[in-house]
């Protein structure tokens, strides 16, 4: 009986791994775990590195120039993460070989430290061959992630057929009305958001152990010049008050005049969603209109 059932369930496991090989499922991400995860496999797994000679590190600023399948040049991989560190996207370059002829790095967060241990689960031995090998123990194509897809679509699917009749009817007014004021409120929100992130940038300035930041992010770019690459640092675009703040220009001045290739200053020429981030469409023609000042 075990027998039988080790048998069968190996077999499931053998069709499933075979049919992931064929049918690319487009799994919804869930979290914002879930995509840095997928953006780190899709660069170790998956793109054509001897076509690739930019890689960008940095946080959730940076993260979105190519997120929710942003068009992006097939010679440049994006490992900024959301809600991570620059230096959480060093780690994983670092550990997989690859010396970039170009390293764009965001500063904008440069004193968020990296998650400890974050990129071990990735460099698994046996587990690491297997990802590179089979598309089923991916992240995007693992049988929970396709079970969450196909219950998501479909609860997705009931909600806008059962809602539909109740949404054709609305008064002009109301509506009108009622958009009026969620506009206000979401103004109210960005508003209050910013000026919450600025008051914490007077703590962040002061409390942090800036002589270790700044030896931390100076050896890993030694590690990478010393290798070959063209270091450039960026900072993104975000609200003029988050980038002439105290604790951005202070980064600007320790950073700008250092022996790297460039330093790419920022200017607030973008709308944010939320006081801080610009909207993915504006951050990915950042990125367009910043690799030309690169190459």
């Keep these: ?119 071990d689960q990735f460099f698994i031995p046996g587990m690491y061959q297997l990802n590179g090998y089979l598309l089923g123990f991916r992240e995007q194509y693992r049988p929970l992630t396709f079970a969450q897809y196909i219950f998501m679509g479909t609860s997705n699917r009931i909600g806008r057929f059962i809602g539909s009749d109740k949404q054709n009817q609305p008064l002009k007014a109301s509506v009108e009305s009622s958009d009026q004021q969620v506009n206000n409120k979401i103004t109210d929100l960005i508003i209050h958001h910013k000026n919450k992130t600025i008051d914490s940038y007077k703590e962040i300035l002061k409390n942090t152990d800036w002589k270790n930041i700044f030896t931390e992010f100076e050896d890993q770019m030694e590690y990478f010049q010393k290798r070959g690459s063209k270091i450039i640092l960026f900072e993104m675009p975000t609200a003029k008050e988050v980038l002439d703040s105290e604790l951005n220009v202070f980064i600007r001045n320790r950073l700008k005049g250092k022996s790297y290739s460039g330093y790419i200053e920022a200017q607030p020429s973008y709308p944010t969603t939320d006081g801080i981030h610009i909207s993915i469409g504006d951050a990915n023609d950042f990125m367009y209109k910043m690799l030309p000042l690169v190459y």
């Design 1 to 119: 009986m075990i027998r039988k059932s080790l048998m069968y369930g190996a077999l499931l496991i053998v069709l499933y791994m075979a049919l992931v090989e064929y049918i690319h499922w487009p799994a919804k991400s869930l979290s914002q775990w879930e995509d840095n995860t997928r953006a780190v496999e899709h660069f170790l797994f998956e793109v054509d590195k001897e076509k690739v000679n930019t890689i960008i590190v940095g946080s959730s600023l940076s993260y979105r120039m190519t997120a929710q399948k942003s068009t992006c040049p097939d010679s440049v991989v994006n490992l900024a993460l959301g809600g991570m560190s620059l230096f959480d996207g060093l780690a994983i370059l670092k550990r997989s070989g690859e010396i970039p002829k170009y390293l764009l790095v965001e500063v904008n967060v440069i004193y968020r430290d990296a998650k400890a241990n974050y990129s």
